[in-house]
Each structure stands twice: as C-alpha cells, then as structure tokens.
C-alpha cells in the first residue's frame, strides 16, 4: 500500500542531497523542473511521478535517491527532466521536506526562529501545498553531529464570524551550532490536509518566516 513519508525534521545536508541520474544540459536540453510526489517500488528505486498539475510521468528505468529510504512509499520531491516527444528522460531528483504542523502548545522547549533567507512561496495547482522556497546558511560544524532543524508550528487558529477560518502558521528553525558560511538551498512543502484543523473552502493560512532582513508573513486562500 502506498503510503506518504512525512520529515518530522530534517538534517541539511540530507535535504539538499541532489541524485544525478545522467546529464541534461546538454546544448538540445529540453530540462524542466516540477515538484511531484514520486513513487517508489519495491526496491527503493523512483519509477513514477505525479506533478502538481496533475501529469502522471513514468520511464523505463528507475533510479534510487539516497534519501528514498523506505520501499512502496510516495515522497514529496522537485524532479528535474527531460521530455520530448512525450518521453521522459529524469535527469535529478531533490527531496522536499514535509515537516509536520504541531500546535505551540505541543513544544516544551524553546521555540527557535532562527533566520532564514527567504525566496518564494506559492500554492501547488492542485490545492493540496504551501511550498516554500529557502536558503540555510551553513558550513562545517565544529560540534559532534550539529545539524539544523525545521519545522512547522501552528500559532493560532482564529473562527472568524461567518464561519471560516484564519490559521496562522510560523516556520520553526534552530541552527543548532551550525557555521552560517555558505547557503543552500531547501525547499518545504505544508499539505492543507495535515493542518491541526479542517480546512474548507474560504478559510485563510499565512506562513510567518523570521529572515536576516526581518520577519516576512505570505498569506493564502484555500
């Protein structure tokens, strides 16, 4: 049975692994880049995909990310491709984090929001994501197994007078001792469907991100 791999955190230096699975820049490239869910078999191996829009993508040989680590499981990822004349060629895959939504009240530490930078947000065409578009600063850490966390955390949850909803959401980040040389790039993908409430048609979500140039808060409509 098919089922979704949801992060519940994740280390940068796994979730910035990049597989190659042959070369596609070449001068007659037709590369086009699309976040999926991806299948994977019975052996680990990436043999299908569905984009955001709906297009189901299949090819003959499959090929297995290190990060796909379980058999028979879909996982949230950004498929760089080729296609032409309707075959396709993938040339890389990235994983995407899912990070699950947990409340505040649910976090018994400190809440860290440490900066980010920020490049994009934006609603999957199905309706079914918030994706995010980030960069970590990071380096080599002088600390035994220090690696940064993400996650998400639900702030507050507003019912409003005609029955919708405003969900604020803010975007959980510990450097954990980790360097700030050099950046990298992570994308996050929040699905509607695991928020802490039920979300309908004209209930509001926004995303506060605390980044080097202060704090930016994106808002959508379900």
Same mark, same amino acid.
């Given at each position: 049975?098919? #089922?979704?791999?949801? =992060?519940?955190?994740?280390?940068?230096?796994?979730?910035?692994?990049?597989?190659?699975?042959?070369?596609?820049?070449?001068?007659?490239?037709?590369?086009?880049?699309? =976040?999926?869910?991806?299948?994977?078999? %019975?052996? &680990?191996?990436? !043999?299908?995909? !569905?984009?955001?829009?709906?297009?189901?993508?299949?090819?003959?040989?499959? =090929?297995?990310?290190?990060?796909?680590?379980?058999?028979?499981?879909?996982?949230?990822?950004?498929?760089?491709?080729?296609? *032409?004349?309707?075959?396709?060629?993938? !040339?890389? +895959?990235?994983?995407?984090?899912?990070?699950?939504?947990?409340?505040?009240?649910?976090?018994?530490?400190?809440?860290?929001?440490?900066?980010? *930078?920020?490049?994009?947000?934006? #609603?999957?065409?199905?309706?079914?994501?918030?994706?995010?578009?980030?960069?970590?600063?990071?380096?080599?850490?002088?600390?035994?197994?220090?690696?940064?966390?993400?996650?998400?955390?639900?702030?507050?949850? +507003?019912?409003?007078?005609?029955?919708?909803?405003?969900? %604020?959401?803010?975007?959980?980040?510990?450097?954990?001792? !980790?360097?700030?040389?050099?950046?990298?790039?992570?994308?996050?993908? /929040?699905?509607?469907?695991?928020?802490?409430?039920? +979300?309908?048609?004209?209930?509001?979500?926004?995303?506060? /991100?605390?980044?080097? &140039?202060?704090?930016? #808060?994106?808002? =959508?409509?379900?």
């Amino acid at each position: 049975m098919r #089922k979704v791999f949801l =992060f519940l955190s994740i280390c940068l230096f796994l979730s910035c692994t990049t597989e190659e699975y042959e070369s596609g820049d070449g001068e007659m490239s037709y590369l086009r880049a699309d =976040f999926v869910m991806a299948y994977a078999g %019975a052996d &680990k191996s990436i !043999v299908s995909a !569905v984009t955001d829009e709906g297009e189901q993508l299949t090819w003959s040989k499959g =090929f297995a990310p290190k990060w796909a680590e379980r058999a028979d499981t879909t996982y949230r990822a950004l498929l760089y491709y080729n296609k *032409v004349e309707g075959k396709v060629d993938p !040339v890389s +895959i990235v994983s995407v984090s899912v990070p699950r939504v947990r409340k505040m009240s649910e976090v018994k530490d400190k809440v860290y929001t440490d900066p980010v *930078v920020f490049e994009s947000a934006w #609603k999957s065409a199905n309706n079914s994501f918030i994706n995010l578009g980030l960069q970590l600063k990071t380096g080599t850490p002088t600390v035994i197994d220090a690696k940064q966390v993400i996650g998400m955390l639900c702030d507050t949850i +507003i019912q409003r007078e005609d029955g919708s909803k405003e969900v %604020a959401l803010r975007l959980y980040h510990h450097q954990n001792n !980790v360097p700030e040389y050099y950046s990298a790039n992570l994308y996050v993908s /929040i699905p509607f469907d695991r928020l802490p409430c039920d +979300i309908q048609n004209g209930d509001e979500v926004s995303i506060t /991100i605390n980044t080097y &140039k202060g704090e930016v #808060k994106k808002e =959508f409509s379900y």
